[in-house]
C-alpha cells in the first residue's frame, strides 16, 4: 500500500512539475491568490510584464502588488465576485505601461477542490496584438481541466457512438441547453428547440468519425438571452496510439459579431482544431539525453517542418531546417536547462520556403521527477513573424505615433466626484469647441454650452460609475459647434481608484463612430425593406406585426391581414420577361401604396404576393373598403414595353384574433381565401371562413394522395360501350373511362380529381398511364374480331399542348402491337382555343397515324364552326346534358337536331352522350344520329365485366 501511495504521490508531483513548467514559460499572464485574495502564485511572464521579481508580488493583493494598473482594483473586484460566488468571471481591462496600454482578456475561475481553503485562478491573455489570431488554441493536456472549463469557447467530445462524453461548461453561456443535457446524448438528441443546421452537424461529426476528414458547420443558435447567434462548429478526429479513431471534438465559437460585419465571406476559415494535436504550436519533449522524445501533430508550417518519424531520436542541432539562424542559443538552452534547470526563451530564424526568414519564439523549461531532478525538457514554438514585423514596424513609425497620437485619436476627459472637469486631451477640446483651461472645474451640464446636446443620459450614468464602481458605455448624439450634422459618440466611463481601492475620479474615453452608426441603420434598413419594391418584407411583417396585434388587444379592436397575389403574373413574367415583371411589380407596389391608409403596412412576401396589416380595424367593413381601393389603384391599364396591359389581383382577408392568433394562422387563412378567390374568378375579394380551411385541407389530402396515384397506382379504367342506333346489338367501340380507387374515399369518378391533376400538372404521367392501359385493353378487345372495335381515350388540354403526345403515340403503339384503326382521341372544344398552331401540328400527325379524332362535350364549351372546319375532326359527341333535354322543349328538341344536321354537313360522325330512355333514341335516329352510348345500352364497367357483357350478347364481330 505504501508503496502504490508513493507511486500516487510521484504521479502527482510529476504532473504539478510539469503543470509548473508549463505556467512559467507560458506568454499569458497567470496569477493564483488565496482567499484572502494573497497573490501565492505569479508566472514568471506576470513578473516580467510587471517589472518585479515573482517573490515581491506573492503575499500582496493585486492592487498592493501594483499589478494592471488603474484596473488592478476592477479585477480585484472580480476576484472578489468570483470568490463570493464560486463561479468563473470574465472581464476586459487596459494596463498602461511606459505610454503604451496593453488590453488583457482575463479569465477567473475558483478551485473548488478545496473547500476550506479555496483559491482563485485568473488569466491574462494579452489581446493588443492577437486580435487578428485569436482563433489560434494553445495546446492543453486533457488533465488541465480547470482551464478548459475556463475556456471561452464551446467543446464537446464524442465517442464512436456519436454521443457526448465530454462538454465544457462554457456551452451554457452561450445556448439554451446544459452540459447534463449534452452528455450521453446524440447531436439531435441534445440540440435545443429553434436550433437550426442539427442535421448538417450531426452529418458532419459521421464523416469525421467514419474517415477523419475536418470540418466546419455553422449552426444557428438561440442563445439564453433570446437573440438569435451563429456558431462556427469545427470538427477533428482523435485517434489512440495505434493511429485508429477513437472519437471527435467539436470545437464551437460565436461567430456572430463576424458574420453580421463580414457578410460578403463565403466561406468560413476553419478556425479552431483540437486542443492538442491541432494545435497551432509546435511542441517538442527532450530526454535527458537532448534527444527529441515527442512532437506534436500540430501545425508543421511552425519551427520545425518536419515528419514525426524524422523528429524522435534526434538531437535539437539536428531537427531544424538548413540555414536556420539561432541553432545554437537553442541547443544551449536546452543544455542549461537539462543540467541546471533554467528556464528561458529563444528566438529562430527560419528560413521560409518563398525567400525571407520567419521567426519563431521557443519557450523551454526543464520538466522533473516525482524526486524533483530533471528528467526532460519541454520546448513550445509559437511562429511570432508577424509580431515581431509589427514591432519593428512601431519602433520605426514610434515618433511619428506619439506625434499623432497628441493630435488626433479618442477623446478623453476625466471627472472628480462631484462631476466636475479635470482634464480633457485636444480632441476632446476640439469637439467642444472650447479649451481645457475654459472647461476645468466646470460641471458637465455647463461644458457643452452652445451644443445641441443632452447631457443628462452621461451625468446619470457617472453619477452611476462614481457610486457602485462600475464600468459604463453609452452613446451620445449630438451637433457639435461649428457643424450641422449630427455626430454619435461612444463613451466608456471607467471608474478610478486610489491606493485603497476607493473611486477617486472617472475616466471618459469617446470615440466618433457616427460613419458605423449610420452604416449599421442602412443595414438595419436594408434587412427589413424588400430590394425590388423598397416595401418592407417578411422580416419586417414578422417583427411589426406582433406589436400591432398586442395594440388591438389593449385597445380592444382588430387587426386585418390581406393577402394579396396578382393575377396571371407569370404569364406576363414569361412572355415578356423578368425585367419587365420586375418593373410591373415595382409599379403595382406603388399603386397599393397609394391606395393604403397612413398606419397600414404593406408588405411584399415575394413573387407577386403582397400582404397588407391593417390596425385599428373597429368592423370588417372597413376591411372591404380597403380591399376596394386596392382594386381600384389597380383597374387603370398600365404601359409596359409599350404593351397596355391590365392587372387584376386575387385577395383573401383574415382578421385578429377571429381567424387566428399568431401572423403564421393569420397568413395561413389569408392564404386559404385568397386561394378561394383565386378558384372563383380571380379579380374579387374573399374573406376567410372555416370551411375554406376545411375545403383546402381536403384539397391537399387528395393533392397528396394523387402524387402516389400519377404512376397507375390505384387508376383503373372503366369501358361504356358504344352502339349502332340503327343495331343497338352492334357495339361499334367503347370509350375508356377513368376512375381512381381512392385509398380513403373508395372509387372516384373524374369529376372529382381530374380538375386538380390539371392544376398540378399530374394530368400529364396519369395521361400517359391512361393511353397505354387503353391500348393494351384495345389489343386484348379485338383480338379474334372481324369488324374493329375502337377504343376512345379521352385526352386533356396540357396533354395536346405541352406532352408531345404524337411521340407518346408512337411509343405505345410500338410497345402494345395496337393498330391506329382501333384508337381515337377524344378533346374538349377548350383545347381548339390554346395555341391553334401547336394544337394543328399534334392533331394533324394523330390523324397522318390513323387515330381517329373527336370532339367530346360538343355545345358545351366555347363553339366556334371555323374551328371545326380547320381543324381535323372525325367526329362530334352530343354532349349529355342536351339529350336529358330532349322531348321536354322544342327548343332543345331543334338545338339536338341542329347538331346533328351541322355534323352531316361536315361529314362528321355524331355520337350522343348519356342516352337513357327508348324515346331519346328513338328521337336521335329519327334525326340522322348514327351512334350512340348511354346507360339505355350500358353502364361503364370494368374490362373483365365488359367482355363478359359482349359475350352474353353474342356479339362476335
Avoid at 516580467?48 to 479585477?75: K, M, Y
Avoid at 374568378?681 to 376545411?694: C, D, H, I, S, V
Avoid at 387503353?774 to 399542348?801: D, F, K, W, Y
Amino acid at each position: 500500500m505504501r508503496t502504490q501511495l508513493a507511486q500516487v504521490a510521484a504521479t502527482t508531483e510529476s504532473a504539478q512539475s510539469l503543470l509548473h513548467a508549463l505556467l512559467r514559460d507560458c506568454d499569458d499572464l497567470i496569477l493564483l491568490t488565496d482567499e484572502q485574495l494573497r497573490l501565492v502564485f505569479v508566472s514568471p511572464s506576470l513578473a516580467r510584464v510587471a517589472d518585479r521579481p515573482g517573490a515581491d508580488l506573492l503575499q500582496h493583493s493585486v492592487v498592493d502588488a501594483g499589478l494592471f494598473g488603474p484596473a488592478a482594483g476592477r479585477l480585484k473586484t472580480a476576484l472578489q465576485a468570483a470568490l463570493a460566488s464560486g463561479q468563473p468571471r470574465r472581464l476586459q481591462i487596459d494596463w498602461p505601461r511606459d505610454g503604451v496600454t496593453s488590453t488583457y482578456d482575463v479569465h477567473i475561475g475558483v478551485d473548488t477542490d478545496r473547500p476550506c481553503a479555496p483559491r482563485v485562478l485568473a488569466l491574462a491573455r494579452d489581446i493588443t496584438e492577437q486580435s487578428r489570431v485569436e482563433h489560434d488554441l494553445r495546446v492543453r493536456e486533457r488533465e488541465f481541466r480547470t482551464l478548459a472549463q475556463n475556456w471561452p469557447d464551446n467543446i464537446i467530445r464524442y465517442g464512436l457512438d456519436k454521443r457526448a462524453v465530454y462538454c465544457n461548461r462554457e456551452i451554457e453561456e452561450r445556448v439554451q441547453v446544459t452540459a447534463q443535457r449534452i452528455v450521453g446524448r446524440t447531436p439531435t438528441e441534445a440540440a435545443p428547440p429553434g436550433m437550426v443546421g442539427v442535421q448538417a452537424y450531426e452529418r458532419q461529426l459521421e464523416q469525421t468519425l467514419a474517415t477523419g476528414q475536418r470540418g466546419t458547420v455553422d449552426l444557428i443558435v438561440p442563445h439564453p438571452s433570446g437573440e438569435i447567434r451563429v456558431h462556427s462548429v469545427m470538427f477533428a478526429a482523435e485517434q489512440d496510439a495505434d493511429g485508429v479513431i477513437c472519437g471527435a471534438i467539436a470545437v464551437g465559437r460565436d461567430v456572430t459579431d463576424q458574420v453580421r460585419t463580414q457578410r460578403a465571406l463565403a466561406a468560413k476559415e476553419r478556425e479552431f482544431r483540437t486542443l492538442a494535436e491541432n494545435s497551432p504550436d509546435t511542441i517538442i519533449r527532450y530526454g535527458p539525453n537532448a534527444r527529441a522524445t515527442y512532437i506534436n501533430r500540430g501545425d508543421k508550417g511552425g519551427a520545425v517542418r518536419r515528419a514525426e518519424h524524422s523528429v524522435i531520436g534526434r538531437k535539437a542541432g539536428e531537427i531544424a531546417l538548413p540555414g536556420t539562424l539561432g541553432v545554437d542559443a537553442y541547443r544551449a538552452q536546452i543544455e542549461r536547462a537539462l543540467v541546471e534547470g533554467e528556464s528561458g526563451t529563444v528566438e529562430l530564424q527560419v528560413p521560409l520556403a518563398q525567400g525571407g526568414f520567419g521567426v519563431h519564439s521557443i519557450a523551454i523549461a526543464p520538466e522533473r521527477d516525482a524526486d524533483g531532478s530533471i528528467c526532460g525538457v519541454i520546448a513550445v514554438g509559437r511562429d511570432v513573424t508577424e509580431q515581431v514585423r509589427v514591432r519593428q514596424a512601431l519602433a520605426a513609425k514610434e515618433r511619428e505615433f506619439r506625434s499623432l497620437a497628441e493630435n488626433a485619436g479618442d477623446n478623453i476627459a476625466r471627472w472628480d466626484l462631484d462631476l466636475r472637469v479635470l482634464y480633457i486631451n485636444p480632441a476632446m477640446a476640439r469637439v467642444f469647441g472650447q479649451r481645457l483651461e475654459h472647461v476645468q472645474g466646470l460641471a458637465l451640464s455647463q461644458t457643452a454650452l452652445g451644443m445641441a446636446v443632452d447631457l443628462a443620459p452621461v451625468e446619470q450614468a457617472l453619477r452611476r460609475v462614481v457610486s457602485e464602481g462600475r464600468d459604463e458605455m453609452l452613446d451620445l448624439r449630438f451637433v457639435a459647434p461649428g457643424s450641422a450634422v449630427p455626430s454619435v459618440h461612444q463613451i466608456h466611463l471607467v471608474a478610478e481608484r486610489d491606493h485603497s481601492g476607493a473611486v477617486c475620479s472617472v475616466l471618459g474615453i469617446g470615440r466618433d463612430i457616427s460613419e458605423k452608426i449610420a452604416q449599421l441603420e442602412l443595414i438595419e434598413s436594408l434587412v427589413r425593406t424588400d430590394p425590388l419594391t423598397r416595401l418592407a418584407n417578411r422580416q419586417a411583417l414578422h417583427e411589426r406585426a406582433p406589436g400591432l396585434f398586442a395594440a388591438a388587444e389593449r385597445r380592444g379592436n382588430r387587426v386585418g391581414v390581406l393577402l394579396l397575389d396578382l393575377d396571371q403574373f407569370k404569364a406576363i413574367n414569361d412572355g415578356m420577361g423578368h425585367s419587365a415583371g420586375d418593373a410591373l411589380l415595382r409599379e403595382v407596389a406603388r399603386r397599393l401604396t397609394s391606395g393604403l391608409r397612413a398606419n397600414d403596412l404593406l408588405v411584399r412576401l415575394g413573387g407577386d404576393e403582397f400582404v397588407v396589416l391593417a390596425p385599428d380595424v373597429d368592423h370588417p367593413q372597413v376591411l372591404g373598403t380597403i380591399a376596394d381601393k386596392l382594386h381600384v389603384a389597380l383597374a387603370q391599364p398600365m404601359t409596359l414595353l409599350h404593351r397596355e396591359l391590365r392587372i387584376t389581383v386575387s385577395i383573401g382577408v383574415a382578421m385578429y384574433p377571429l381567424d387566428g392568433q399568431t401572423l403564421e394562422s393569420l397568413l395561413a387563412n389569408a392564404d386559404t381565401a385568397m386561394y378561394h378567390a383565386k378558384r372563383s374568378g380571380r379579380a374579387r375579394t374573399e374573406y376567410y371562413r372555416a370551411e375554406l380551411g376545411e375545403a383546402v385541407r381536403h384539397r391537399l389530402a387528395l393533392e397528396q394522395a394523387m402524387r402516389h396515384a400519377a404512376g397507375g397506382d390505384g387508376l383503373v379504367l372503366h369501358f361504356q360501350p358504344q352502339v349502332n342506333l340503327s343495331d343497338p346489338h352492334r357495339i361499334l367501340g367503347v370509350e375508356a373511362l377513368l376512375r381512381w380507387q381512392h385509398p380513403t374515399l373508395g372509387m372516384l369518378a373524374p369529376d372529382s380529381f381530374i380538375g386538380l391533376a390539371e392544376e398540378t400538372g399530374m394530368i400529364l404521367p396519369i395521361g400517359r398511364w391512361v393511353m397505354r392501359t387503353a391500348a393494351e385493353a384495345a389489343v386484348r378487345l379485338n383480338r379474334g374480331r372481324s369488324e374493329p372495335l375502337h377504343v376512345a381515350v379521352n385526352v386533356s388540354t396540357r396533354q395536346v399542348t405541352d406532352d408531345g403526345l404524337p411521340a407518346l403515340v408512337d411509343e405505345v403503339l410500338a410497345q402494345t402491337g395496337c393498330h391506329p384503326d382501333w384508337l381515337s382521341i377524344e378533346i374538349t372544344e377548350s383545347v381548339l382555343l390554346q395555341d391553334s398552331n401547336r394544337v394543328q401540328q399534334a392533331l394533324d400527325a394523330l390523324r397522318a397515324r390513323g387515330l381517329g379524332i373527336a370532339i367530346d362535350d360538343f355545345g358545351t364549351g366555347y363553339s366556334a364552326l371555323n374551328y371545326l372546319a380547320r381543324f381535323p375532326i372525325d367526329c362530334l359527341k352530343i354532349d349529355k346534358s342536351f339529350v336529358h333535354c330532349i322531348g321536354r322543349s322544342r327548343r332543345d328538341d331543334e338545338l339536338v337536331k341542329a347538331f346533328v344536321a351541322l355534323a352531316a354537313a361536315l361529314n362528321l360522325t355524331t355520337v350522343a352522350e348519356g342516352v337513357e330512355t327508348a324515346e331519346q333514341a328513338d328521337f336521335l335516329l329519327g334525326q340522322g344520329c348514327g351512334q350512340a352510348q348511354g346507360w339505355l345500352f350500358g353502364r361503364p364497367m370494368p374490362e373483365d365485366r365488359f367482355v363478359a357483357w359482349l359475350a352474353s350478347r353474342h356479339d362476335g364481330c
